[in-house]
């Protein structure tokens, strides 16, 4: 599995688990600590050291492959990811704001590690919200999420949506500091489902 699709499915995953958390007010947890997580890691040097164990990537491969055969359940989950990767563009251009995102992602991800998993994730994800609102949301365009208002106006909910989305973008940067853009989404597809069936079948 090469790193350049594995940094490609974070940005699916992360936008797959955002419109779970619209739609449905919830969402796999199994593969959002490893979105989450993906944020603390800024000096790793392979794609796995970043996601961690490969199998917490399959909600993302899996999307990945759904939506590069034009399964239209995705729809949503696709607009957010070149919503992600338009984003990613703006932000890999504002060097201050990559400053004050790294250094304040580092002393998030020392929240006390004492903390029940779930009560020190959703903490990580509120002042991560809180860290988006003020950077990420000022540039546009702005990523618009749909969903139902239920869910859209809970805090927990918003804060990992916006969590979510710095993810996504975390990746899209990965993926294009390895070489990715979107003429490799359009033209370069069957190499990237090859990759992508190999590391559901290995």
Do not use: C
């Amino acid at each position: 599995m090469k790193d350049k699709t594995l940094a490609l499915a974070g940005v699916f995953q992360a936008a797959e688990l955002v419109r779970q958390a619209a739609a449905h007010g919830t969402w796999s947890g199994y593969a959002a600590t490893a979105s989450l997580n993906s944020l603390f890691k800024l000096e790793a040097e392979s794609a796995d050291e970043i996601f961690g164990d490969r199998e917490r990537m399959r909600l993302g491969i899996e999307t990945l492959l759904a939506v590069l055969n034009g399964d239209n359940h995705y729809a949503a989950t696709l607009r957010y990811t070149v919503s992600m990767l338009q984003v990613q563009k703006k932000f890999s251009r504002a060097r201050g704001m990559q400053e004050a995102i790294g250094a304040s992602l580092l002393e998030i991800g020392r929240i006390d590690g004492d903390l029940e998993q779930h009560e020190r994730e959703d903490r990580q994800a509120h002042e991560i919200a809180q860290l988006y609102a003020r950077t990420i949301s000022e540039l546009s365009p702005r990523i618009i999420v749909q969903g139902k208002p239920q869910f859209l106006q809970i805090e927990r909910v918003t804060d990992w949506i916006r969590t979510l989305l710095l993810a996504g973008i975390r990746s899209a940067t990965l993926w294009m500091q390895l070489g990715g853009n979107r003429f490799e989404l359009m033209f370069g597809r069957r190499r990237i489902m090859q990759d992508a069936e190999t590391f559901l079948t290995g």
